[in-house]
Every structure is written in structure tokens, then in C-alpha cells.
């Protein structure tokens, strides 16, 4: 494989790469500030010892008015499914309700 290809297949953002993502939409408890992240199903991802996968995630807002930690724990299952999520300090959202929230703030 020459460098532009290379260079190519690193920047490609084919289905196989949209499909190795998770998006995470929360909104702080305190500030209602809301936040969105990616979870790379490749790379983020711990095994469990009793099977499937998990990951924590510690989420901070961006503005200056607040910087409230939002805590995230993700359970997955052997496909890579998410089949349990908990919270602290925040609440989840939609992307849906995260799409509209955004657009009255």
C-alpha cells in the first residue's frame, strides 16, 4: 500500500468505522449543561470476568459557568451491545432530546 492510500484508509470514514461508534448524550444535573461524546467500541472497552465489556467515563462540560463531573459506566455485551448504563450527576438523553435541548439554548 503506497502513502496516499495509507494516508487515505486513515481518514476514510467508511460504515465499518461509523459502526464502532457509540454516541453518549447527557445532560449535568447541576448546570444542565449538555454534553455528547464518543465511545470507540474498539478501544474504549475493558473486558468483564463475567463476559461482554464495560467502560467508565468521567464527562466535564465545556463552558466556564460550571465544571460539574458527570460519571458514566457502559455495559456491553459479547457483540459489543449496550445492554446496561447508570449515571451519576447528570441524566441521559436522546440524541433526539439532545438535538432539541441544543437548539433552545
Known amino acids: 500500500m503506497g502513502l496516499l492510500e495509507a494516508l487515505k484508509s486513515m481518514f476514510a470514514t467508511d ?3 461509523a ?3 457509540y454516541w453518549l448524550y447527557v ?3 447541576r448546570c444542565k449543561e449538555l454534553i455528547k461524546t464518543r465511545v470507540d ?13 464495560f467502560t467508565r467515563k468521567v464527562l466535564v462540560g465545556n463552558t466556564s459557568r460550571c465544571f460539574e463531573r458527570v460519571e458514566v459506566t457502559l455495559i456491553f455485551d459479547d457483540q459489543r451491545r449496550l445492554v446496561d448504563q447508570q ?3 447528570g441524566e441521559f ?3 433526539e ?9
Open 15 to 17: 460504515a465499518a468505522q
Open 19 to 21: 459502526d464502532s461508534a
Open 27 to 29: 445532560r449535568s444535573r
Open 41 to 53: 467500541l474498539r478501544n474504549d472497552l475493558s473486558q468483564r470476568d463475567e463476559g461482554g465489556y
Open 87 to 89: 449515571i451519576s450527576g
Open 93 to 95: 438523553l436522546t440524541a
Open 97 to 105: 432530546a439532545y438535538e432539541a435541548a441544543q437548539a433552545v439554548d
